[in-house]
């Protein structure tokens, strides 16, 4: 398949905004939806739409046949030992939750600590910052270097005995930085510390194994690889999911109910409380079946190349500063220009028919880094070509001279 002709799996891209055809830049965001994936919510609704698990009814089987094949999908393509490791949830920020409240803080004591880095999304900060104020324990930051890397010396240092749990991004959503994930897990079991790692920015542009990185947990959104909202994976070691409480009480999570006494569910029922997003989960199935029909590994090559493009036309525009110039980036770049916001950026952007994001990315503390209110964002996915770039490119500078 070339690269070219993807954006006609695409039918959102098939319009105009302002009158001018759409380039979507905000791939870090929310990616859009190829036909395939479409078209499976239209027929699991058209054809097959009924609750799982327990019917006996043909419908119900149909249903519950293709929600747990999308589980084994998504356990393949991830390297799981086993489909029972794969838990469907809302998205990243529910997995990092669950976590939080499930498994971390029941074991933490007072002046515990609990370690993430500087370049967190929100969603892996404020669940950390909730359990440490409930059990009064201490959160303890990985800083960044200007480049916007971690200093994994810096690490070193602060993981000790106190250290309960270490949760780090794989790749900053605003900075575009792919950490050494092995590196990290590796330094954490030699500590005897279980380790999350929030993949949200990862999935779709990285060849990841469950296997080869040994993380104990790691999550993914959705709609960040092509797949519906409202969906996303918890991916947890057997040994230790079935070791854990449930994060919520419902329907599909028991195996009995009595007013003495439930006896709770095997995993990963046990995780699943309530009626799920069916047709999400076997839509984001469907998704990862159109990606490993191109090809992870030819994806990566591909938006390798529009980052490199992206960021070379960008550094020969004098009045921009590329945020983040880590050595191992996915295809993400923010950027200030001087003397113009940010949102003023997107607003000409997108009278030109261009989406990127403006904003501080739900990551503040980055912002506070590099002592600025926001950054314009231009994130990269499959449909992305170089004409697209050379598009943005363009309308930056018309956006610079309307503000000379």
């Given at each position: 398949?070339l690269?070219?002709d993807?954006?006609?799996?695409?039918?959102?891209?098939?319009?105009?905004?302002?009158?001018e055809k759409?380039?979507?830049?905000d791939?870090?965001?929310?990616?859009?939806k190829?036909?395939?994936?479409?078209?499976?919510?239209?027929n699991?609704?058209?054809?097959?739409?009924?609750?799982?698990?327990?019917?006996?009814?043909?419908?119900?089987?149909k249903?519950?046949e293709?929600?747990?094949?999308?589980?084994?999908t998504?356990?393949?393509?991830?390297?799981?030992?086993?489909s029972?490791?794969?838990?469907?949830?809302?998205?990243?920020?529910?997995?990092?939750?669950?976590?939080a409240?499930?498994?971390?803080?029941?074991?933490?004591?007072?002046?515990?600590?609990?370690?993430?880095?500087?370049?967190?999304h929100?969603?892996?900060?404020?669940?950390?910052q909730?359990?440490?104020?409930?059990?009064?324990?201490k959160?303890?930051?990985?800083?960044?270097?200007?480049?916007?890397e971690?200093k994994?010396?810096?690490?070193?240092?602060i993981?000790?005995?106190?250290?309960?749990?270490i949760?780090?991004?794989?790749?900053?959503?605003s900075?575009?930085?792919?950490?050494?994930?092995?590196?990290?897990?590796k330094?954490?079991?030699?500590?005897?510390?279980?380790?999350m790692?929030?993949?949200?920015?990862?999935?779709?542009?990285?060849?990841?194994?469950?296997?080869?990185?040994d993380?104990?947990?790691?999550?993914?959104?959705?709609?960040?690889?092509?797949?519906?909202t409202?969906?996303?994976?918890?991916?947890?070691?057997?040994?230790?999911l079935?070791?854990?409480?449930?994060?919520?009480?419902?329907?599909?999570?028991?195996?009995s109910?009595?007013f003495e006494k439930?006896?709770?569910?095997?995993?990963?029922?046990r995780?699943?409380?309530?009626?799920?997003n069916?047709?999400?989960?076997?839509?984001?199935g469907?998704?990862?079946?159109y990606?490993?029909?191109?090809?992870?590994?030819?994806?990566?090559?591909?938006?390798?190349?529009?980052?490199?493009?992206?960021t070379?036309?960008l550094?020969?525009?004098?009045?921009?500063?590329?945020?983040?110039?880590?050595?191992?980036?996915?295809?993400?770049?923010?950027f200030?220009?001087?003397?113009?916001?940010?949102?003023?950026?997107?607003?000409?952007?997108?009278?030109?028919?261009?989406?990127?994001?403006?904003?501080?990315?739900?990551?503040q503390?980055?912002?506070d880094?590099?002592?600025?209110?926001?950054?314009?964002?231009?994130?990269?996915?499959?449909?992305?070509?170089t004409?697209?770039?050379?598009?943005?490119?363009?309308?930056?500078?018309?956006?610079?001279?309307v503000?000379?």
């Open positions: 398949m690269f070219e993807i954006k006609d799996n695409f039918p959102i891209l098939d319009q105009q905004i302002n009158g759409i380039v979507y830049l791939n870090a965001a929310t990616t859009q190829p036909k395939n994936v479409i078209n499976s919510l239209i699991y609704y058209s054809k097959n739409n009924s609750n799982i698990h327990r019917g006996v009814h043909t419908l119900s089987q249903a519950t293709d929600y747990e094949e999308s589980r084994k998504i356990a393949n393509f991830i390297g799981a030992s086993s029972k490791e794969i838990i469907f949830v809302r998205g990243a920020t529910e997995a990092i939750n669950l976590i409240n499930s498994y971390v803080k029941p074991l933490l004591k007072k002046d515990d600590e609990i370690i993430i880095s500087q370049m967190e929100h969603a892996n900060i404020v669940p950390w909730m359990i440490c104020e409930e059990r009064k324990a959160l303890k930051i990985i800083p960044i270097n200007k480049n916007g971690l994994l010396k810096k690490f070193n240092e993981i000790n005995k106190k250290t309960k749990f949760s780090i991004n794989h790749v900053s959503n900075l575009g930085t792919i950490n050494p994930i092995k590196e990290i897990i330094t954490a079991h030699q500590n005897k510390i279980k380790i790692i929030d993949g949200a920015q990862a999935i779709q542009h990285l060849e990841i194994n469950m296997n080869e990185i993380a104990d947990f790691y999550c993914f959104s959705g709609h960040k690889m092509y797949a519906p409202g969906i996303g994976i918890l991916y947890g070691k057997k040994e230790i079935e070791q854990m409480g449930p994060y919520q009480g419902g329907g599909d999570m028991i195996k109910v009595t439930t006896i709770y569910n095997d995993i990963p029922n995780f699943e409380a309530g009626t799920p069916i047709a999400g989960a076997i839509a984001l469907k998704a990862i079946e990606l490993n029909e191109i090809g992870i590994n030819n994806i990566a090559k591909h938006e390798r190349h529009l980052l490199n493009y992206a070379s036309k550094n020969k525009i004098n009045k921009i500063k590329i945020i983040g110039k880590a050595k191992e980036k996915a295809a993400v770049i923010s200030v220009i001087d003397g113009i916001h940010p949102h003023d950026i997107g607003t000409i952007m997108d009278s030109h028919g261009i989406a990127i994001r403006t904003g501080h990315h739900c990551t503390p980055i912002m880094f590099y002592n600025i209110p926001a950054t314009a964002r231009a994130s990269f996915a499959i449909y992305n070509t004409k697209d770039i050379d598009k943005l490119i363009e309308a930056i500078k018309k956006c610079i001279e503000f000379k």
